[in-house]
């Protein structure tokens, strides 16, 4: 694919990958990869799950070594065989998972694997001064001394990234770095990747999310198949571009969506208040009603009671005061019902994290797709459960929602992320519930899987269900719910029409900015 | 699009289920060999004798089935527990009570029921006797969040106690010394398989071998079945991966936590079937001779699956026969170092288990061979 305009072509780009290939058994992960990041650029690295990014940066990290290609480092040819060459090569790599000690504090957690004395207190005290340089230079504060346990997801990620700044990184990759971030850790993480690059430190940026790659980077290189597919310079790109180069396809990445026909309302949750296990009011004083026919989202940065709003509305967690009505049953505190129950009554639920509740990863896909309705009819009889008719029905949804492989007995964990979700979703929708609660339906999906995710969302909505949609994805509420309820600290702060909605306004009420909101 | 290969592939599921074993029971007796060998043995004519004394001949064949019966029941009393994430350690206790439980019902029926009804009555009776020491635990255990691994340790103390009081104040046979009970009448003797085969026709040795082991394979089938083809054995299976799930799909956890433990206390309670009504036909103490330990190591061995549950209970009847004839035969290997060989054989396949398991897998894992790296 042709290079783009190389701007100060004067000096070596910090990093040239050139003709990347390594294979898995059967899989062709990397063909022929071939890579130009200049120095003190921020360069994005987009595609779908199993495009070949995470392996890309795995061998240039070190945990994998290419069956063939070359690797430049400010135009020097290195070998990397393990992450220990990338250190001394200047690559610092911030996982998207985070390898911290949560029990150290950060300085700890700091100088853990990069101690140069036999004892602590030398070094704890060098990369305390170290660390108050780097501070200053780059804006990256956080409390020394606590506890990494203790800390909000955002600073966590400040310790890693404080962690590759230490053992002298000068390029830096970041894997899916705001997959665990609210919108304002994100606009911090920002800012800190732009100082990074103000003090001329190179940035990797893997992620699937392009509204990312529009704001932060300056070049930007596609992957799709384990290919190489496009680099642009981002400012004369667009999303549908990228979308479309991600994909291979033309992608809607606008809903297309009718008017809403609401009717009855078919959930009504009055003055609900859920207290957690130590007592704290994490949903207070809740009440709004979901008709038939209508999407209803609820905005606002995660942790602020929308996940114990669902679980309650679910029969997963108990409430303590209020009453939730579906339809003509009323549940108050009084006479709980439990998930099997709620199921009964016609409330479907897509939890909010698919592989801690959605589904059993270490089962097969059939298995999987019969959680919750492991007790009807249609797969168990009195004694022996259905085999054949589960492993015909799980084929039948995966054929109707394109799960792929379509294949039953492959585990859950072994399908993509995109394809787990879809498994949750066929099991949840093709009950044709009254009801149905969806938490984060396109968290970690594919561009394209969250296409037809969103479509099928409408045509639940379409068919007469009422759908409660919660996610921290602002640009997804605002384009799939017909209207909008805002939470904050456990409270409904707010409500606007969905077709009203602009993101400056739920942005201010998120953040509790507005008094006189709804 | 599509499917994303899991990073590294699989290994064929025959690398995982035969070839690893296989290379651990080697290692186990190559390592054992080794210590025959310091202690100025031959390790080829000690194995000879292990081997022939456990499959050498019908009595031995009879002994070492004898012993796997034991296993099997104790083996698959810790695998159904460890699908729930229940590390149940209490079997030897609930073998124990289980065996009482039988017992009684032997000492109460022998002189009026037939077999026929003696028979089903016992192996109730064993089920609900193991089942409710299992039950104290799990209660415990599902509604007050005291750890199973303490609690049912306590019962095996509790049972051997309980056991010692019976036997030496209430149960003893009068005038006599021994803690033991009258013998039952032979109406409550569970036939064994020489005197059952003889009825068909078939003259083999006589050995301890009961009716009892062909209800060990019936509870290895009806435990596959309960597990993978039972809603019940979903919601354990569901509840042993994934809690939040299994509330997530209304499964009660208390209610599976009870379920599956009485399951496993039952199936350690078939012990004392074996045992008192196969064997011993009179209760007394120390039967269950650390079978519900061993259990432990059976279940790690074959992973937690019936088939693989009777093959290594196989592989430790053969243990324990071959083991018994080997320090009979060579008197310098004495009880003692059989006890040390059958030691290492689990040291190497139950513990060292994930030493070899993910290199031998990954040899197989990638066919493609990579090429030289620049």
Redesign the interface.
């Known amino acids: 694919m042709a290079e783009t305009g190389q701007a100060g072509a004067v000096t070596a780009p910090a990093i040239e990958l050139r003709g990347i290939s390594k ?5 062709h992960a990397n063909r022929d990869v071939s890579l130009v990041v200049e120095a003190g650029t921020i360069h994005g690295i987009i595609g ?3 495009a070949g990014k995470s ?1 890309l940066m795995s061998i240039l990290y070190g945990f994998y ?6 690797i430049l480092i400010d135009g020097q040819p290195v070998q990397i065989r393990s992450s220990h060459d990338a250190i001394d090569a200047g690559i610092g790599m911030v996982h998207q998972h985070f390898m911290l000690v949560d029990t150290f504090t950060v300085l700890e957690n700091v100088v853990l694997g990069a101690e140069t004395e036999a004892l602590l207190a030398g070094n704890l005290a060098h990369a305390r001064a170290e660390l108050a340089r780097l501070e200053r230079d780059y804006g990256l504060a956080v409390d020394l001394d606590a506890p990494v346990g203790q800390l909000p997801v955002g600073d966590q990620q400040r310790v890693e990234i404080l962690k590759a700044l230490y053992r002298g990184a000068r390029i830096l990759i970041l894997d899916e770095p705001t997959g665990v971030l609210t919108p304002q850790e994100t606009d911090r993480l920002f800012e800190v990747l732009k100082a990074l690059r103000g003090q001329g430190v190179t940035v990797i940026l893997i992620t699937h999310k392009l509204r990312e790659i529009m704001a932060i980077t300056d070049r930007v290189s596609v992957m799709r198949g384990g290919e190489m597919v496009a680099h642009r310079v981002t400012a004369d790109t667009d999303r549908e571009e990228l979308a479309e180069l991600m ?1 291979g396809r033309k992608v809607l990445l606008r809903v297309d969506k009718g008017d809403a026909s609401p009717g009855a309302a078919k959930l009504k949750v009055e003055g609900l208040t859920v207290r957690d296990g130590s007592g704290v009011t994490r949903v207070d004083d809740v009440s709004f009603e979901v008709r038939g026919g209508e999407i209803v989202g609820i905005a606002g940065v995660s942790g602020n009671g929308q996940s114990q709003l669902m679980e309650a509305l ?3 967690r108990p409430f303590q005061a209020g009453r939730i009505t579906l339809g003509s049953e009323v549940i108050d505190p009084a006479d709980p019902r ?6 009964a009554l016609g409330l479907a ?1 897509v ?1 909010e994290d698919r592989h ?8 097969e896909a059939d ?1 999987s797709s ?3 309705y ?2 009807d009819r249609s ?2 009889g009195a ?3 259905k ?1 054949k008719a589960i492993v015909a029905d799980c084929l039948a949804k995966m054929g109707r929602f394109d799960v ?2 379509q294949q039953p007995h492959l585990r859950t ?4 992320g ?2 787990q979700q879809k498994i949750v979703l066929a099991r949840e929708m093709e009950r044709r519930p009254e009801i149905l609660l969806v938490g984060q339906p396109t968290r970690g999906v ?1 561009i ?2 969250i296409e037809f995710i969103h479509q099928s969302l409408v045509a639940m909505r379409d068919a007469g269900c009422a759908v409660l949609l919660v996610s921290v994805e602002l640009d997804e509420i605002m384009s799939l719910a017909d209207r909008i309820v805002v939470m904050f600290d456990g409270r409904i702060v707010g409500e606007v029409e969905g077709s009203r909605a602009d993101e400056r306004t739920l942005g201010l009420m998120m953040a509790n900015a507005m008094d006189d909101a709804a | ?9 699989s290994a064929p599921a025959w690398v995982g289920y035969a070839l690893v074993p296989l290379v651990n029971i080697t290692l186990a007796f190559l390592a054992s060999g080794l210590v025959v060998l310091a202690i100025g043995e031959d390790p080829i004519a000690a194995m000879e004798f292990l081997v022939y004394g456990a499959f050498g001949y019908a009595e031995a064949i009879g002994y070492t089935l004898y012993y796997t019966t034991n296993f099997i029941f104790t083996g698959l009393a810790v695998a159904v527990a460890f699908h729930a994430r229940l590390f149940n350690i209490g079997g030897e206790g609930q073998a124990y009570i289980g065996g009482l439980g039988v017992g009684l019902v032997c000492l109460a029926g022998d002189s009026m029921l037939p077999f026929a009804l003696i028979l089903p009555l016992c192996i109730v009776a064993g089920a609900a006797f193991g089942a409710a020491w299992a039950f104290v635990p799990a209660y415990l255990q599902a509604k007050r969040g005291s750890h199973i691994v303490i609690t049912t340790i306590m019962f095996n103390f509790i049972a051997s106690a309980l056991m010692v009081y019976l036997m030496v104040n209430v149960l003893i046979k009068p005038g006599q010394m021994s803690p033991e009970s009258r013998e039952f009448a032979e109406a409550a003797w569970l036939p064994f398989m020489h005197e059952a085969l003889a009825w068909i026709g078939i003259e083999v040795s006589r050995s301890p071998l009961n009716l009892s082991f062909i209800w060990a394979l019936i509870c290895g089938v009806g435990l596959w ?1 309960l597990l993978w ?3 019940w054995g ?2 354990i ?2 509840l042993g ?2 809690e ?2 299994a ?6 956890p208390p209610k599976v936590i009870v379920l599956t433990m009485c399951i496993s206390g039952a199936l350690a309670g078939f012990v004392g079937l074996n045992e008192i009504m196969g064997v011993q036909h009179r209760l007394l103490l120390n039967f269950t001779a650390g079978y519900g330990f061993a259990g432990i190591a059976v279940a790690l061995m074959g992973r937690n699956h019936p088939v693989g549950i009777v093959l290594a209970s196989l592989l430790f009847g053969a243990l324990y026969q071959g083991g018994a004839e080997l320090s009979f035969e060579i008197p310098t290997i004495t009880r003692e170092m059989v006890v040390v060989i059958q030691g290492l054989v689990i040291l190497f396949c139950g513990a060292l288990e994930y030493m070899l398991r993910p290199r031998i897998e990954a040899l197989f ?4 061979a ?2 030289a ?2």
């Open positions: 294979r898995f058994a059967h899989v779908e799950n199993g392996t070594e290419a069956d063939s290609g070359d994909v679910a029969g997963i439990d998930p099997a129950q709620m199921r639920h939890p801690r509740m959605g589904l059993v990863t270490a089962f298995e019969i959680l919750g492991h007790r797969y168990t004694i022996m459960m085999m792929r492989p964990a072994n399908f993509s995109g394809n594919d394209g899987a | 699009m599509g499917q994303v290969p899991s990073r590294l592939g079945l083809h039972t809603r979903y919601e299976r569901t991966h994934n939040s799930a509330v997530y799909a209304g499964i009660s894992r990638r066919p493609a990579p090429q790296a620049t």
